[in-house]
């Protein structure tokens, strides 16, 4: 059991790049503006571990890592550790470099209501890209 | 002494189109070969800036760039407000042959990105002889379809999305300027209007069944496309390529669906070399 856990937990890494993701967001003042109309919660999954993000006004109000059994969503982002890795790094490879190259490649699902995805694209794609700030990830 | 003023003269010519009265906005810069340029889906000539205003080009070469209809400064056509744009293989076609009729432009050069590289494929097929050369930018037979088309054009979306979807099929290296100026072109585009041309792209201009009759011998056929574009990428015209004698692929290091916008310095790496050849061979 105890092994399945350390199995299922993301590296070290990529949680460490993540986790910088609302101090980035809630820093940047044009992005939390470009967002300005956006209050809804998403789930990032890295792998297999969910994580919840909830935006207020553009603003990240929390950063949570699931499972939280029966909390909702309204669009989800999920894709392999390894997509996630290419994704922040600052200088990303192709077909890595931006969400819609990743969902078309099949190495990122994107489900739910996109509506509100599609309504703030910009904000959204650079929101998630956020980590890559900061000098990008070590490969 | 005044202030710099950039070589391209904008003016407009009067064509009859689909049969209806058209009035396309065209620039244009240098003297010698016609090298007609086209401009993507949902965009204008303004992605020519770069080429018309390089020396090395219009040293040899007449650039011109006209705006689709409903393009950039090219108005719909009169009663527009009661249709929905859409172009097809057909009027694409019309408008390119249309505009090098009504300049007299003999045999040109006619370089297009995106639904312009794919529609001078069906320029190969159709009417070669009608041109010294064909150059295609990220151009393929055919794209997998990647996202629903209706996110374009619906009230409780902003057309800006069109800008936000395209934003990432441009390299990371491009320098922020001309990228963003790229995306501004977009953001200004008509309503409807990049959806209307992704109808010739996704639906009406699919010619993979076709493309196997192009002969380079009569028009040289030449295919570029950027590393970082995913939606025509390498893979697509490099199978679109081996269906082809003699079309010649080079794939463009850090650049995407818009090398002559997105980053015109190195983009004129890779399309200074084939004008060259290009000019030589006539």
Redesign the interface.
Known sequence: MAQEAIGTAPAADLVERLERMPALVNGDPWLVERGRFVTLDILIELGRIPYYLAVERGRIAALERGPKPLHSWRFALRAEEDAWRRHWEK??P??Y?????M???GALSIEGD??PF??N??YF?EVIAAPRRNGGAAR | MTAPIDPIIGRYVHVTLGGRAHRLYFEEAGRGIPLVCLHTAGADGRQFRGMMTDGAITDHFRVLAFDLPWHGKSSPPEGWQREEYRLTTRSYTEAIRGFCMALDLERPVVLGCSIGGRIVLNLAIEHAAEFRALIGLEAADYQ?P??DRD?LYRP???G??S???V???M???SPDASRWETLWHYMQGGPGIFKGDLYFYRVDGDLRDRVGKIDTKLCPLYLLTG??D??CTPEDTARTAKQIAGAEVTVMKELGHFPMSENPAQFRRYILPILERIRQRT
């Open positions: 200088m990303p192709p077909h470099h931006d969400l819609l190259a969902a078309k490649r996109l509506q599609m309504a694209l910009f794609k | 997998a990647w996202y996110w409780d979306v902003h800006e999305v800008a936000a979807l934003s990432g099929m390299a990371p290296q590393e970082y995913f939606s």
